[in-house]
């Protein structure tokens, strides 16, 4: 079907419908939308008019009208000036009729108010979606680069998941022969909404893509805003309304249903009957006149159930392909999902022979693996993270371990963010871990540089096997407590402070290992009762002397290196004591929470 532009002598019929349809109230704007003007209707296509009215009585219903022959039906949405704004400014109407200026439209009377409130419901929406991406990914909101596109894909794929039928609408507008015109309509009012942002201070500018500020990213934590999933009873309540209020509406959603099979059929050469360039209809009850009286629960239930799974989602854009993050080997989208041959295909030449070595390294929770690489005559070690959701059984002892003292991140989403967002922040401000090589959040993978040398369990058994004479080991756990404490001064809390997860590099320097727990603003008092507690745990129960030592060194450098007292006070309380206790000895913790008394005793007179 060939785009049609409308001509004036029919505009100037719409406009006298609309004038009919207005009678004694002033218009306040129309515009023309729909597959007529969005390029994918023809002759038998309806023409769909919204028409804003200024009314003292709130309006909103819905007429059909026939102009001559060559316009055949005109489809009139009619509302009140209120309702039009209050759908912009906060989707009252659930979006019904601001939708349709969020795809291209053709202003019929009072186009310049029409362009600043399609900016105004595109401004809210690019602010709604950043704001749940600041919920999404607490940690990586600061580093994640935004393309336009992506709050335009992510504003259609929300609308589809609310209603499904409205699915074929968005594959019809950005059909392969319209995509380009249409895209570049819709984006334009995206880019302004944009601007609008940068300027108040919620986005910033970054080489040709959007940052969420940091500054919004404080203010939006501090709001502590509370989501309740009502998302269901929403969207059964918008279709009961609609499906019973505006049986007309409903067959305008099913006409874009039919002209996307339609389109397809005609791609495919194949025939089917129609009407007017439309599949006739297969669903009795939806295939609607004006009389159709109020659907009854059991079929909205069998709408839910039938084009839910019938509409086609997953052909619609991926917004997370307009989403990116940094990494040394270049920027990569959420929506990638590169695999170990794919990445090394990347870091090696093609022409250059290689040998890998692909073993599993330690670990119960995780899935991590080291990529033993000869090329070269060299030798090169890379370390792959996969990060697996948490659920079932498995997992359940340690939910139980923790519980009422310390929440664990089990979503493998999460936690990969977690490891690259505060992974970039620790390495910018100084703290020694793994450099992230590359990111493949699709898979999510995270490929790092293998750090050489020995974990602080390896320093505690070979002070145990010394009996507490290294002197050097326990200068070794003041620096561990001196570097815990820099991170604690960044404001970050790295959730898993393991012995084992501390590494002693060939360069005398500490690195931090596995920060899928940490984050800004977290419990620093579980690392420093995790740290000691653990250590505990590889101790024998005879040598308390020598726990207590190993504590005293850590306590003593992370209070030179700048912590807080009130940490060290925290970690010695029942709470944390409790959640160790059924594998470190009743003694040992004991010996470790009075160690934690006398430093407090000691630096609190300092």
């Not at 659907?295 to 159930?305: A, G, H, P, R």
């Not at 058994?461 to 620096?479: I, W």
């Not at 402070?497 to 620093?524: H, M, T, W």
């Not at 040598?543 to 060194?553: C, G, T, Y």
């Amino acid at each position: 079907m060939a785009l049609k532009k409308m001509n004036d002598d029919l505009k100037k019929r719409l406009l006298d419908l609309c004038m009919d349809v207005a009678g004694s109230r002033e218009i306040v704007a129309a515009c023309m939308y729909g597959p007529r003007v969005q390029g994918y209707g023809d002759e038998g296509s309806y023409i769909e008019v919204l028409l804003v009215l200024k009314s003292s009585r709130h309006i909103f219903r819905c007429h059909l009208k026939r102009v001559t022959a060559d316009g055949g039906e005109v489809f009139i949405l009619v509302v009140d000036q209120g309702f039009f704004e209050k759908d912009v400014e906060s989707e009252w109407l659930g979006g019904l009729v601001v939708d349709n200026i969020l795809t291209p439209y053709e202003p019929l009377v009072n186009g310049e108010y029409l362009q600043r409130e399609e900016i105004e419901v595109k401004r809210r929406i690019i602010l709604e979606i950043v704001s749940n991406l600041v919920l999404e990914y607490p940690e990586m909101s600061s580093e994640i680069l935004l393309k336009p596109e992506y709050f335009l894909y992510e504003a259609m794929r929300r609308r589809a998941l609310l209603f499904p039928l409205i699915t074929y609408k968005f594959l019809n507008v950005l059909r392969d022969d319209l995509r380009e015109r249409n895209l570049k309509l819709m984006l334009n009012g995206f880019r302004k909404a944009l601007e609008i942002l940068v300027g108040e201070g919620v986005l910033e500018y970054s080489d040709g893509f959007f940052k969420i500020s940091r500054g919004y990213i404080r203010t939006l934590k501090r709001r502590r805003i509370l989501f309740v999933n009502i998302f269901g009873s929403i969207r059964r309540r918008i279709i009961r309304y609609i499906f019973t209020a505006f049986p007309k509406i409903r067959r305008s959603l099913m006409m874009e249903k039919e002209l996307y099979i339609g389109l397809l059929r005609e791609a495919r050469n194949l025939s089917a009957p129609t009407i007017g360039g439309l599949t006739r209809f297969s669903e009795p009850f939806l295939a609607l006149s004006p009389s159709v009286p109020s659907l009854k629960e059991d079929m909205i239930d069998e709408y839910l159930e039938r084009y839910i799974s019938e509409a086609p989602l997953e052909k619609l854009e991926d917004p997370e392909k307009y989403i990116f993050i940094s990494t040394p080997l270049g920027l990569v989208s959420l929506s990638d999902r590169i695999t170990v041959e794919d990445f090394l295909r990347r870091v090696i030449p093609s022409d250059e022979p290689y040998s890998v070595l692909f073993r599993k390294l330690g670990g119960i929770l995780n899935s991590v693996y080291v990529l033993d690489i000869r090329r070269g005559g060299r030798e090169e070690r890379i370390v792959v993270k996969v990060f697996k959701d948490w659920y079932g059984l498995k997992w359940f002892p340690l939910i139980l371990w923790a519980l009422g003292t310390k929440g664990f991140s089990v979503l493998g989403r999460s936690r990969l963010e977690r490891e690259y967002a505060i992974n970039r922040f620790l390495s910018a401000n100084g703290i020694y871990v793994p450099n992230i090589l590359y990111v493949s959040p699709g898979e999510r993978m995270i490929f790092e540089e293998f750090v050489e040398g020995p974990n602080l369990t390896e320093v505690v058994r070979n002070m145990v096997l010394s009996k507490g004479s290294a002197l050097s080991l326990m200068g070794l756990l003041r620096m561990v407590g001196a570097e815990l404490a820099k991170v604690h001064g960044l404001g970050v809390a790295l959730g898993d402070c393991k012995p084992e997860n501390v590494l002693v590099a060939p360069d005398g320097r500490i690195c931090f290992v596995d920060l899928e727990q940490a984050s800004k603003g977290g419990d620093q008092a579980w690392d420093i009762a995790e740290f000691l507690y653990y250590t505990g745990h590889y101790v024998p129960l005879f040598l308390v002397d020598i726990v207590k030592e190993i504590s005293r060194s850590f306590l003593e450098g992370y209070l030179e290196g700048g912590g807080k007292l009130e940490n060290i006070r925290r970690a010695r309380s029942i709470r944390y004591m409790k959640v160790f206790s059924f594998f470190t000895p009743p003694n040992i913790i004991l010996a470790i929470r009075e160690v934690c008394g006398e430093i407090l005793n000691t630096w609190s007179s300092i």
